[in-house]
Each structure stands twice: as C-alpha cells, then as structure tokens.
C-alpha cells in the first residue's frame, strides 16, 4: 500500500483547511479522500485494473478546484452528494493470473 499522499488542497467556508489525498489501497486501487482536522471523507475510489497515480491525481485536484468554487460562492451546490455509497469492500482480492 502507498502512503497517502496531498495532491491538491482548499479553505472552507468555516476557515478549515482541508487536504485531498490519493493513496494506493491494499488491493492495489487508488483512493481519494477529503482530509481535515476532524474527519476524513472518502470521495471516490477507482477500480479499474488499468488506473493509474495520474488519473487520481486529476480527480483530487479537479475535486478540489470544485470544493474551492463551492465555499467561495462560485458554485451553489456540494459537488459531493450528502448521501453516498460506501467506498468498495475489498475483502480479500487477490490476483487470478
């Protein structure tokens, strides 16, 4: 599993600095989370075999840029629903090869 690592970053409205990280899960997919003092909210995890750090990355930033649109007033809606799925189980996977 890789260290999560900060790809990008935004300010909320009640002055929280809030981190977007991408980290590399035990099954070998690659996860980003919404990371601040308080808690950690899971905003999406990709599950195609074929993902790569790059793509993450883009989704974390891209997040980020819409979180930051959204507690500035820029956009009027949460681009992350309240109410969202778990992120995947993922059990025990191992590789069929």
Request: with cysteine.
């Given at each position: ?43 999406e995890t990709l599950t ?9 990355s883009a989704l974390a ?29 993922e059990g025990d996977e191992?590789?069929?090869?």
């Amino acid at each position: 599993m890789t260290g999560p690592r900060v790809a990008a970053s935004y300010r909320a409205r009640d002055g929280n600095q809030h981190d977007v990280l991408v980290l590399r899960t035990p099954a070998g997919r690659w996860r980003v989370l919404d990371a601040c003092d308080h808690r950690v909210v899971h905003v999406e995890t990709l599950t195609g075999y074929d993902d790569r750090l790059s793509q993450a990355s883009a989704l974390a930033e891209d997040y980020a840029k819409e979180e930051d649109a959204y507690h500035s007033g820029e956009r009027l809606d949460d681009p992350l629903p309240r109410r969202r799925p778990d992120p995947p189980d993922e059990g025990d996977e191992t590789c069929a090869a």
